[in-house]
């Protein structure tokens, strides 16, 4: 397991490095000069110089990127003032440092995608292995007819219809906002709560598939016709034998979807006026804001290349004849 | 060595590595396979191999094909090796050996009609045999015994037995000189298992193609194959003409093997047999010396430090070699009765 | 005579598929004795394996329709509750199957797998189920058993793994094992080990076993009936001795006379039977075989087509064959007897 996870973690810091490269030069690839649209409309090209060494752009492409990566392990200088590590550098636009920009958005895309997590497994799961249980039967059918309804959801759809609803006409549910979980977490859980919801919807389709298949694909499988010949009661078998066996492909999913949630749900947060890394990404491309862009991009990959790091262990957990060596 | 050596494998080695390592993959340990075998096929003549599942026959089996590159060793088809012959080299050989698989299902394209199926060796070798090609399949699918109106069906149509004799005419293409058979009729049923194995013996026979054939069924290798080699964890413990072998084993475990074979015969039942103990060790790390002390009631100290060579032994036929230091009396074999001590470790 | 210990009457089971109804079994009686083994054999689909299945009520109730009787020990099992069937299984009746790697849970210790059933049916406590499994491990003769116990199925070898799915069997001393080829997967050698522990069980514990497998071989040695199925149906019953050393059914001959034997001559070529097992689906009319057979003229003009030759009620050797017991054994004598 430690050999693993060495292996691993670094693999995973190559990915990260890879990644932050090709972002960077793509960057520059395109035709545009973020310089001149700091610069403003009239320009000198003095100025524009000038703005260009404080933007930190006049340098050759790999030498930026080389202070980059050392600014986030050693610190950096700018002309606005030192920036200690870890140092993302300071926006294009309004000079914001990214790393607090990042820091300040990420508790609510983090709550967003636990808070929506909890709410799709825990449905998408049940209703999955309702389905496989009662397969053939009605419990199944209107399973699997409400999952592919569900699966062909969109969120801005069904987002703005359920906000009209569930809010403007009914009020029952608050306005989504963010507030810290700190300070008060009834506040927080309600103003969330139409999100993780609707966010739900589309998600929890996909589990409740997942799971009916993975499950009866186990069911069939011999060691589960063992455990009902020895004499093991149809729950037992249901949840001790088949569950154990069905589990992989649904936290395989599970990983995934975690890592591109905490990467920011964009349309989410755009549906429902949250601002979360989601929000950040799309000024940052806007804008062209190649801090902010790679600062996004770092957090993005790094959550899903962590949540892959941690779905192979979770494998190893659950199935002895994987060894991670 | 004499022309009529159609295949002639000589010190065989394939191992396997098997990786490990914090960063890098590094080999830490290697499967050996096959270790250093020598075995030849005549044209037309039919060579079983048997052994137990890791003994590396099917190994041999796809090195023989040139499926597989061995780590060392040669493969002299027809005089030439091509052990290490690239892709090219290997082209105008590849028609020449065919294989046959054990499942005749997996082995088929689902998606292909059975007409397809048996074109395609033939379309990719760009042969035009005389009368074109659609009638070549028709002609293959009599040869093999089916209905030759069937060619636009599917895989999925036919029963096992049919199947696997939709890949004797996939293999029987090429008309080739030698076919790999490696279990070919292990997933069917007994009595269609006899269709397949006759109509095999048939093809050798009217078509003088040579067969290795591996099966781990000793009763299926004696009726089909006029020399059988016994392989136990990569090497060739005994090889004999099929007479011999079967009724004057040297090896012990040769014996051990036929003696375990259940027999129909209800009275048989009660002979005397020799019990194995234990499985076969792991490839990884086979025992030292003879690679069956382990499990032998033969084993001395001497089968610890060295390796037994594959010799004839006084009393054997000519080409019946057995590697053993301690090999069976010549007589003890056929229907007289063995009692042997088989409570080992 | 006494009510035999297992006695199946008239089992029908049926599955409903897309193409239609499966006949998997059809009309199928047969007894076992404590004490003894009932070989079963017959090829794929010849419902040897569904019939097993049925009497451990193992089939998906949804799909399956059970016609017939199976009582064990004096109990009708076909009309029995879930519930009963459950404190059965595992318990008086257990079961093991073809290929141990994927018969047993991949995710589970082998101790617990064993001990699970035990507790299970006895209410042991951890420790007790734990000791017990140890002590069957060691029954079956695993080495070092004390510490294997925590093992996974995947760190065993074939045959040791085939000790561990007989251990989890035994585990609960049941009066009747089902062993659906036991020894299929595995090689020859191991293969006889297994059989020989089989038969050390069986005269330790007196347990009934029904073997079910391809293999005559596996037969002869092992069972003291047989019973051989084509299509759904018993064709032959007897003690081993006579049905193997003197067949009645013409589907019996064909399946002695198509095996490669190690002592039969070799240049003979095998005598395979013609065409392909039937569906079970549109099973044929009259005798299931009869689209295969050689002697259907001889039986007399459209008796093997018209009604389905019925297994001889009575106990000892029968076949369900339309030609004369004098027919049988002229040809068997004539034709048949130097193939084998």
Request: glycine share 8%; charged share 20%.
């Amino acid at each position: 397991m430690y050999h693993f996870l060495v292996r691993r973690i670094l693999g995973a810091l190559v990915i990260l490095l890879i990644i932050t490269a090709v972002t960077f030069f793509l960057f520059f690839a395109i035709p545009r000069d973020p310089a001149r649209l700091a610069c403003g409309k009239i320009c000198p090209p003095e100025t524009l110089e000038l703005v260009r060494h404080n933007m930190g752009i006049d340098e050759p492409v790999f030498l930026q990127y080389w202070h980059w990566l050392a600014g986030i392990f050693a610190g950096r200088e700018f002309t606005y003032g030192h920036c200690d590590a870890p140092c993302l550098g300071y926006s294009f636009v309004n000079q914001e440092p990214i790393f607090d920009a990042i820091v300040d958005r990420f508790p609510t895309t983090l709550s967003l995608t636990i808070g929506a997590a909890v709410v799709f497994l825990l449905f998408g799961v049940g209703t999955g292995m309702i389905a496989a249980a009662r397969r053939g039967r009605a419990a199944d059918k209107i399973a699997s007819s409400a999952s592919l309804v569900g699966a062909s959801m969109q969120i801005y759809f069904v987002g703005v219809l359920a906000t009209w609803v569930l809010v403007d006409r009914l009020r029952v549910l608050e306005r989504p906002a963010y507030h810290d979980f700190t300070a008060d977490p009834f506040a927080w859980a309600g103003g969330l709560l139409l999100p993780w919801l609707v966010l739900s919807i589309i998600f929890t389709a996909n589990y409740t598939r997942m799971t009916r298949s993975s499950m009866v694909e186990q069911l069939s499988e011999d060691y589960v016709r063992t455990a009902r010949a020895k004499g093991m009661s149809s729950r037992t078998v249901f949840l001790r034998f088949a569950w154990r066996g069905a589990m992989g492909p649904i936290i395989t999913i599970f990983g995934v979807d975690l890592g591109t949630l905490l990467g920011g749900a964009i349309i989410t947060e755009q549906t429902f006026s949250l601002h979360g890394i989601g929000e950040l990404s799309i000024k940052a491309v806007v804008n062209q804001d190649l801090p902010m862009l790679l600062g996004v991009v770092l957090v993005s990959a790094a959550a899903i290349v962590v949540f892959n790091i941690v779905v192979d262990a979770a494998y190893a957990v659950i199935d002895p004849r994987v060894r991670l060596s | 060595m004499t022309d009529d050596n159609l295949l002639e494998l000589s010190g065989l080695t394939k191992h396997f590595p098997v990786t490990g390592g914090l960063i890098f993959k590094r080999q830490v340990a290697k499967v050996h396979a096959v270790d250093g075998i020598d075995l030849t096929v005549r044209a037309g003549e039919s060579v079983g191999l048997v052994g137990e599942s890791g003994c590396g026959k099917s190994t041999t089996g796809r090195l023989a094909a040139r499926l597989l590159e061995p780590t060392s060793g040669a493969i002299r088809y027809r005089g030439r090796d091509v052990a290490h012959a690239s892709r090219r080299e290997l082209k105008p050989i590849r028609s020449e050996i065919q294989m046959i698989f054990q499942d005749p299902y997996s082995s088929l394209n689902p998606r292909q009609t059975v007409g397809s199926i048996i074109r395609g060796p033939m379309e990719i070798n760009d042969i035009r045999p005389p009368g074109g090609r659609d009638a070549r399949v028709r002609e293959l699918l009599e040869i093999v015994g089916l209905n030759p109106e069937h060619y636009n069906r599917f895989p999925h149509e036919f029963s096992g037995g049919q199947r696997q004799r939709i890949g004797v005419a996939r293999a029987l293409a090429l008309e080739p000189r030698l076919i790999v058979a490696d279990e070919p009729v292990s997933a069917l049923d007994v009595s269609i298992q006899a269709q397949v194995v006759n109509l095999l013996q048939g093809l050798q026979r009217d078509l003088g193609i040579a067969f290795l054939f591996i099966a781990h069924d000793l009763a299926v290798v004696r009726h089909f194959s006029q020399r059988v080699a016994v392989m136990y964890l990569g090497k060739i413990v005994e090889i004999a003409d099929r007479e011999s072998l079967y009724e004057r084993p040297r090896h012990p475990y040769t014996h051990a093997l036929l003696s375990a074979v259940p027999d129909t015969d209800p009275d048989g039942a009660a002979r005397e047999r020799i019990r194995l103990a234990g499985d076969v060790p792991s490839p990884i790390d086979p025992p030292s010396g003879c690679r069956f002390r382990t499990r032998c009631w033969k084993a001395r100290d001497t089968c610890a430090t060295e390796e037994p060579p594959l010799r004839r032994l006084e009393g054997n036929a000519e080409g019946h070699l057995t590697a053993c230091h301690f090999p069976e009396a010549p007589a003890t074999a056929g229907d007289q009765e063995v009692v042997l001590d088989p409570a080992l470790g | 005579m006494t009510t035999p210990f297992l006695s199946v009457r008239d089992l029908t089971v049926a599955f409903g598929t897309e193409d239609g109804v499966v006949h998997a079994v059809d009309g199928l009686s047969f007894d076992v004795e404590k004490g003894t083994t009932l070989g079963i054999v017959g090829e794929s689909g010849s419902g040897k394996s569904v019939t097993n299945l049925a009497i451990l009520g193992l089939h998906d109730p949804a799909y399956t329709k059970i016609g017939g009787e199976i009582t064990l020990d004096g109990r009708e099992l076909t009309r029995a509750s879930p519930r009963e069937m459950e404190r059965l299984r595992g318990n008086k009746v257990a079961m093991i199957f073809q290929d141990p790697l994927t018969s047993l849970s991949p995710y589970h210790t082998v101790g617990r797998q064993i001990g699970e059933t035990f507790r299970k049916h006895t209410g042991a406590s951890r420790r007790e189920a734990r000791d017990r499994a140890i002590e069957m491990l060691r029954r079956v003769g695993i080495p070092h058993a004390a510490s294997r116990v925590d093992d996974h199925p995947h760190q065993f070898s074939g045959g040791m793994r085939q000790r561990v799915m007989i251990a989890m069997a035994l585990v609960c001393d049941p009066d009747l094992l089902i062993a659906d080829e036991p020894t299929t997967a595995l090689d020859v050698t191991v293969q006889a080990q297994i059989l020989d522990l089989l038969k050390e069980l069986q005269d330790q514990s007196g347990t009934a076993i029904i073997m079910v497998t391809h293999d005559l071989g596996v037969v002869a040695r092992t069972a003291h009936e047989v019973l051989v199925m084509y299509a759904g149906r018993a064709i032959e019953r007897g003690a081993v001795r006579e049905v193997l050393g003197t067949p009645r059914h013409p589907y019996t001959w064909g399946l002695l006379s198509s095996m490669p034997k190690l002592r039969s001559p070799v240049d003979v070529p095998l005598v395979p039977v013609r065409g392909t097992p039937p569906s079970l689906i549109n099973v044929p009319p009259g005798c299931p075989f009869h689209p295969r057979c050689d002697y259907t003229e001889l039986a007399g003009p459209g008796l093997c087509r018209g009604e389905r030759p019925e297994l001889a009620p009575h106990r000892g050797h029968g076949d369900a064959c339309y030609l004369t017991p004098a027919q049988k054994r002229t040809i068997f004598t004539e034709q048949i007897k130097d193939k084998l």
